[in-house]
């Protein structure tokens, strides 16, 4: 079911991606990408449909040269932007670099322009054709930015735009630099630029008021043909319009086809989390993990029956590689409790589920977190069911770190009542007890997410460690440990974890 709401006349039916999360994303403090890491995200942005990707920024450093180069010869399907100012040096970086477009901006409002590059209007109008003009002597594409367009004197701006399509811009970018204008703005602001330049208008948002996708929606509605998004929305300051939500909001409320391959859009947004070290709130939109959980009575009951009673229905988890999950907590309801315990096999009386329920709330009414190994356990408990045999009893456990040792470790563990020992190395002391742990693990698991909190202060605070795990069949389990050791608390997370896939196989 898809329902356009809200298409105009002015939306164009193909808009293209163009993905810059390689160039204004790194500018996220913080954030570095290495070499290797922007390879495998442009890849994989070019792998998921994007049309363009901003590779970086050349003339900044050897280094990045280098990084740009090296994309551009991947001979990838997306086209390959280089950044330049509005300097022959900068563009000259780019086309030593194989671009398939040059992308080169000047500040245009009066702020930047006097305390930025001290040009005045006219000056900035012809270093403006000068350099457009440069790079089209040399290369068939070229993007124009005016930098902090939409605080500039607005007939000065169509002044600027005028002269860069004169002078062969392909494509002229609107960057909302320091995100401050409205959608209803930039709707006007987009109109008037159709209507008076003749070249097709790309928006570039950021989101300092958290109106980035929106004024990139609205941008859209006006005429843009192009939008600049990055994965997780990172970039400058408060970052810039987010891919994911850009690319739904077009497909599923407006209709507009992207060409993005959507069901890769959570495994693209927890690639990007892992290379930046920025994590994903659980409660971004599309991507972030309770994005398509519902822990309430009320909505677990509704979806339970009709998954569109409390989700959009026209944008759903499958549509973006995400599933639809039933959380226990404060709120929880029968009917969500009975689905998790059914969906294991196990099956309680209407008396043993009203307990189960009551114990539960009871448990989360304390703020504390109940994971599916609990809920399992409280059941077995109410039911009086003999807990399994477990699969996996740990026996030993050394772990090994330091400033000149690579962090290792040794497990020796009883599986199915025969002994194991499997030695593991990784980043940290806690990674390489995992890796140890799931090498020898007898059910085929992933690690999906790993969770620390301290629940008391001082460095002798007990660790909660919370881990959720993936089973062979696509089955997501969560488990939880605590201690005052973090590495033997992560341990008997994953254990726990284990026997629970074990349990309900
Ligand atoms: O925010 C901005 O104005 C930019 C330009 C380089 C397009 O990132
Ligand atoms: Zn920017």
Same mark, same amino acid.
């Given at each position: 079911m898809r329902t356009a709401f809200f298409v105009t006349s %002015?939306?164009?039916?193909k808009i293209t991606v163009f993905d810059t999360t390689l160039r204004d994303g790194e500018q996220t403090p913080g954030v570095s990408f290495t070499t290797d890491e922007k390879v495998e995200i442009a890849r994989q942005l070019s792998d998921i449909g994007v049309h363009m990707i901003e590779a970086g920024f050349p003339a900044s450093s050897d280094a990045e040269r280098a990084t740009v180069k090296e994309i551009s010869g991947l001979g990838l399907d997306a086209e390959i932007c280089g950044l330049a100012r509005s300097l022959e040096k900068d563009v000259d970086a780019c086309l030593d670099c194989d671009v398939d477009i040059v992308h080169v901006f000047i500040p245009t409002s009066d702020i930047q322009r006097e305390y930025t590059i001290r040009k005045s209007r006219e000056e900035v109008l012809a270093a403006t054709a000068e350099i457009i003009t440069y790079v089209r002597d040399h290369i068939g594409a070229c993007m124009f930015s005016a930098m902090d367009a939409t605080r500039t004197d607005w007939d000065y701006l169509i002044e600027v735009f005028r002269t860069a399509a004169d002078a062969g811009a392909t494509i002229i970018n609107v960057p909302d630099t320091v995100g401050v204008i409205t959608p209803h703005a930039m709707r006007d602001l987009i109109t008037r630029i159709a209507a008076e330049v003749d070249c097709p208008i790309d928006v570039h948002c950021h989101n300092d008021f958290g109106l980035g996708v929106a004024n990139t929606l609205a941008a859209v509605e006006a005429g843009a043909s192009q939008v600049q998004v990055t994965i997780n929305g990172l970039g400058e300051r408060a970052g810039n319009a987010d891919l994911a939500q850009t690319v739904m909001s077009l497909e599923s409320i407006y209709g507009i086809s992207t060409g993005i391959r959507t069901p890769a859009l959570v495994e693209t947004s927890r690639l990007v989390s892992r290379y930046s070290g920025i994590s994903i709130p659980p409660i971004q939109p599309i991507v972030g993990d309770n994005a398509f959980a519902h822990e309430s009575g009320i909505h677990s009951h509704g979806v339970i029956a009709r998954s569109d009673t409390f989700e959009?229905?026209?944008? %759903?988890p499958e549509m973006v590689g995400h599933r639809r999950r039933l959380k226990i907590g404060k709120h929880v309801g029968r009917h969500a409790v009975r689905q998790l315990l059914e969906d294991v096999h196990i099956t309680p009386t209407d008396t043993q589920l009203d307990e189960i329920v009551t114990r539960v709330k009871f448990i989360s009414g304390k703020g504390k977190r109940v994971t599916d190994a609990d809920l399992y356990s409280i059941a077995e408990t109410i039911m009086e069911i003999p807990a399994n045999e477990k699969a996996i009893k740990l026996e030993d456990i050394a772990v090994m770190t330091g400033n000149h040792v690579i962090p290792t470790a040794s497990i020796k563990a009883e599986i199915n009542g025969v002994e194991h020992i499997y030695s593991s190395v990784g980043n940290g002391p806690v990674d390489a007890a995992l890796k140890a742990i799931l090498g020898i693990s007898p059910a085929a698991i992933q690690l999906k997410e790993f969770n620390i909190e301290a629940i008391s202060g001082g460095s002798d605070a007990i660790g909660h460690v919370t881990i959720t795990v993936e089973d062979e069949r696509g089955r997501i389990f969560d488990a939880s440990s605590s201690g005052d050791d973090i590495v033997l608390a992560s341990i008997e997370a994953m254990i726990n974890a284990i026997n629970l896939v074990h349990r309900v196989r």
């Open positions: %002015t939306a164009r039916e959009p229905g026209i944008m %759903t």
